[in-house]
Nanobody, 115 residues
């Protein structure tokens, strides 16, 4: 099973930026579809962005134009660059790896956007 390790969360002010990283184990990372999800207190987990094994990207409407998902297959890492952060972006962010019918989740990293 793939293992995911997330990093990069923290406290930022509105309008600030943050870059999240998710590093995966294994030798077939290039074949995974990777995604970021987030969950705010009292709310259901929501999908944020996806980058496919072919590097096609998709974004939730709430983050389009502000967030950028990317991957570096040589480093087995997927990134989420978050710019123009808003208080509503406050959540625990989770990395997800999808290969065929399997899904693996990271432990999550807290992002807090507050004045």
């Amino acid at each position: 099973q793939v293992q995911l390790v997330e990093s990069g969360g923290g406290l930022v002010q509105p309008g600030g930026s943050l870059r999240l990283s998710c590093t995966a184990s294994g030798s077939i990372f290039r074949l995974y579809n990777m995604a970021w999800y987030r969950q705010a207190p009292g709310k259901e987990r929501e999908w944020v962005a996806t980058i496919t094994s072919g590097s096609t990207t998709f974004y939730a409407d709430s983050v389009k134009g502000r967030f950028t998902i990317s991957r570096d297959n040589a480093k087995n890492t997927v990134y989420l660059q978050m710019d123009s952060l808003e208080p509503d972006d406050t959540a625990v962010y989770y990395c997800n790896a999808n290969y065929q019918i399997s899904h693996t989740w990271g432990q999550g990293t807290q992002v807090t956007v507050s004045s």
